[in-house]
């Protein structure tokens, strides 16, 4: 197949959204026109978003085939189209039947809704990990069943036989050598990094009693915040910065691509405590700079980790999180063997290519 005209929608550019779809564009064979919202208001931009595309692009019918993230209304923009809208391909980066909330808050049974009409408008419905895509198909049933009649029991069948799963491309820049200590000063206590949202699914409490507990008995150490805020900073940051003080090298999203990288080689060990996590771009990037990576033993993280690496990578609980970090920090010794190595699999030299294939396939009416 020749090159195909691609249109890419996503109103949430930022973060895992934004490096996807810049990623795609970048590496794909087809032609990728990427059109964005800003990274806010996302309850907004679920309900909303549609109405901005919708006569923005001018000439859907222009295009031989559409792919959107699944903050934007498929069902609703099919219909502002009609038939000059082009067969569809969405990606689920997350969505909104298993998606936790927030302590004391229950949730908004609209937006499941929108995701499950969404992919009812797609010919093909991607996911970015087995995990994901088993969590959104064993909760659909009973999603569906607290409407209180006439429920559309049709729908899982139909949703399971559309969706496969395709890991998210990285953007993994060439080996270089290990930058342990900053500035090549290894005499610096070793660096704990953190680089995930800084959001109330990736539990910061956990992560910095961790680290607070580590502290406490002794262990020399440094910390590099480098995850990005889109709303309110959580209180967890904020106490944190004060108890640790000068011991934080970095506090707060780092823009600058080449900066960013910099810091993630310096690191010693990266660590999630996330309650919530489909694939984890961040953890892959952490990996692939040279970090030990202490992780949950649930979520996506057994299936982007090799298995072998399972026993030197993962862990139980927050006690054994604790242990596992002060054991990693005084250890002089460097991540797994072939760790990184093994995160080339994500790269989009190899996945752009099964990305490319769903395209063709799905504006072939395949």
């Known amino acids: 197949m020749g090159e195909l005209s691609v249109l890419f929608l996503e109103p949430y550019y930022g973060g895992s959204h934004r490096a996807f779809a810049d ?22 931009r679920m309900r909303g978003a549609a109405l901005h595309f919708a006569v923005q692009v001018s000439h859907p019918e222009r295009f031989d085939v559409l792919m959107v993230s699944s903050l934007l209304s498929l069902a609703d923009l099919r219909a502002l189209w009609g038939t000059r809208c082009p067969p569809a391909v969405v990606y689920f980066h997350e969505n909104q039947l298993s998606y936790p909330v927030p302590e004391g808050t229950r949730p908004d049974v609209h ?15 991607l996911f970015n990990s087995e995990f994901h895509r088993s969590a959104f198909l064993k909760v659909l049933p009973s999603f569906l069943r607290q409407m209180p009649d006439y429920v559309p029991r049709w729908v899982p069948e139909l949703l399971a036989d559309r969706g496969r799963v395709l890991h998210p491309g990285c953007e993994l820049p060439p080996p270089a050598p290990s930058e342990a200590g900053s500035e090549g000063d ?5 660096l704990i990094v953190w680089n995930h949202r800084w959001e109330f699914d990736k539990r910061p409490e956990a992560f910095f009693a961790a680290v607070r507990t580590v ?37 707060g999203y780092v823009p600058d691509r080449e900066q960013y990288w910099r810091l993630l080689r310096a690191g010693r060990v990266a660590v999630s405590t996330a309650s919530q996590e489909n694939f ?18 649930r979520l996506a993280y057994p299936e982007v980790v ?61």
């Not at 984890?280 to 033993?297: D, F, K, Q, S, Y």
Request: proline residues 7%; aromatic residues 10%; glycine residues 6%.
């Open 111 to 125: 937006f499941g809704f929108t995701d499950i009409t969404t992919a009812l408008a797609a010919e093909r419905l």
């Open 306 to 366: 090799p298995e072998r690496f399972h026993a030197a990578c993962l862990y139980d609980d927050d006690d054994e999180l604790a242990e596992r970090l002060a054991a990693t920090l005084l250890s002089p010794a460097a991540a797994p063997s072939g760790l990184a190595d093994a995160m080339q699999h994500y790269s989009w030299r190899v996945q752009a290519p099964a990305y490319d294939r769903v395209l063709e396939e799905v504006a072939a009416g395949g």
């Open 23 to 44: 990623g795609l564009r970048e590496h794909s064979q087809h032609r990728v026109e990427l059109h964005t919202l800003p990274a806010r208001f996302w309850k907004w």
């Open 280 to 297: 984890g771009m961040a953890t892959v990037e952490a990996i692939w700079a040279g970090n030990h990576p202490l992780l949950p033993r």
């Open 215 to 251: 502290s406490d008995s002794g262990v020399p150490l440094r910390v590099a915040l480098l995850g990005e805020n889109f709303q309110v900073v959580p209180r967890a940051f904020e106490e944190a910065r004060a108890w640790l003080g000068d011991r934080i090298v970095r506090y």
């Open 186 to 190: 290894a005499a610096l206590p070793p």
